[in-house]
């Protein structure tokens, strides 16, 4: 018997469709692939996660492959065409499938949240010992306060942005707040999201457990420039981590001479000291003006504007300080910038570090 060519045509859609979920669900470099916990919470999300899935696709299974048994077993056959449809036997009701459809879900369920809710409740902890660091998200950026905790070494308060760095290994209890709307904080390799809502603060936890680099970005729908509001999460060894907090709390050199000299006196006049903090030389922001990220020490960072631009490449922010908008809804104004101006205040961001 030869198969309908409709068949086989449907056969070949399903086939394409198949090849095409399969395809695309494969990447070689996929740093912020959420099936690779890399900390203790994404591990306990990601244990809770297969289970739950392996049940959901047994359910699947079971209710598609009934549908499909049903379909094709009791289809309309083509030697029934002549014949008008016998109306089928009425029945109302099985009382013991009734039962058993309501009661197996629910045993399920039960199981679900038996095994979920002790998860929520220690992501949602505050433990002993962790350390402490305020998250404010923003259009578009992320920003990063430190309290002094000398058990980790903080001495002096920290302020960064777009990048956050904690010591591998250390159970880090973020507060997070926002400034404007609503956005969601989420490095997929350390924990799962956590939405930032104005005029509150939620708490999450992170946990690194090697030394690295993880990706993340926001991950609620939060305006023009939604997609480039991401972010990097560097876990240290205890030897780098020291090495930053030390960096961190080291007062700046103000420039005196040359290019970066005439840079920072620029940094004023153009207005870039009244949004934009740099500790110790730069301190008073104006009232009402946006907040812009601390750029105390710029210049240690990989990345800038969300973490879109790499601050290596001299051209990013070149390109930036020419035209801000190039990421859009970037709430950074500046007016036209000759090169000249551009050289120079590129040359005070430099001695930023
Ligand atoms: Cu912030 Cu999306």
Redesign the pocket.
Known sequence: MTKSPRLRRAGQVVLGLALTLIVAGCASNAPQDTLKPEGKYARQIDNLFKPVFLIAVVVFILVEGLVLFSVLKYRRRSDDLDEPADFPEQIHGSTKLEIGWTILPAVVLGLVAIVTIPVIFTLNSHPKGSMDITVT?Q??WWAYDYPTQPDVGITKAITTANELHIPAGKTVYLSLKSKD????FWAPRLNGKRD?VPGRVHTWLLQADKPGVYSG???????TS??N?RLKVVAHDPASWDKWVATMEAPLTKPTSGLAAEGYTLFQQKGCSGCHKVDGQWDEVAAGNPSAPNLTKLFTRDCFAGCIYNLDDRNELEAWLRNPQRKAGSLMKIGQLSEDEIDRLYAYLQTLK
């Open positions: 998200g259009k578009y709307v609503i956005h969601s930032v970005q926001c991950a609620e729908f939060c305006g939604h997609a509001m």
